[in-house]
């Protein structure tokens, strides 16, 4: 995050051949990027812009700054983490929809062969948690990939969501998303993680 800052303070705000924004705030950082809370001077519009070292999916517009490249996103609420956490569980009626919306999504993935990889509380965000309760959006695509390049005994993700298959080295499939979806559900129901972090292999 400290190269984020450091660049804004330097720049004064961020521009692409054909936008100009100047950031507010620095909501999140990531292994793969930093994202900042951005006025667009040309429209008028708060946006999300995310700074990675290497492309992902998913952007609004794209463009290089200083070696980096930015991503223009739709600025959304809270993850689904924080939200858990500030109700400490979550009720069935709330887990229902949400769990509704996640399938769909992963159904959607699975028609164009897309693994997420990397499934978790962190990388699914509310849209807006009071005006449209419980919708939410995956977002995060950094470990995505083709499920015929998911190869066997590689270990992705975050771990306590991982699925067996990694530790086990056994071929993996779109299942191991279902897998991290089955931890955050009861992550959801029971307001603390299913499984432990430590790794044992």
Excluded at 104 to 119: C, N, P, Q, R, V
Excluded at 137 to 149: E, H, S, V
Aim: charge should be negative.
């Amino acid at each position: 995050m400290d190269w984020f800052q450091d660049l804004v303070k330097a720049e004064g705000s961020i521009s692409s051949a054909f936008n100009s924004y100047q950031v507010q705030k620095i909501p999140g950082s990531g292994s793969f990027g930093t994202v900042g809370l951005c006025y667009k001077n040309n429209t008028d519009q708060m946006v999300a812009l995310k700074l990675v070292k290497s492309p992902d999916h998913e952007w609004f517009c794209s463009f290089m700054y200083n070696g980096h490249f930015c991503h223009e996103y739709e600025v959304l609420d809270i993850s689904l983490g924080d939200f858990v956490k500030k109700s400490s569980t979550l009720p069935l009626h709330h887990i229902w929809p949400i769990l509704t919306q996640m399938a769909d999504a992963l159904k959607f993935l699975k028609s164009f062969i897309i693994i997420h990889g990397d499934l978790k509380p962190d990388n699914i965000m509310m849209v807006d948690h009071v005006r449209k309760p419980l919708q939410v959006k995956i977002i995060d695509f950094g470990l995505a990939r083709p499920a015929y390049l998911a190869k066997q005994g590689i270990s992705f993700g975050t771990l306590c969501y991982s699925a067996p298959e990694m530790a086990l080295g056994a071929p993996m499939h779109y299942a191991l998303d279902m897998w991290s979806l089955g931890c955050i559900d009861a992550e959801m129901f029971l307001g603390q993680l299913l499984l432990s972090a430590e790794k044992s292999w």
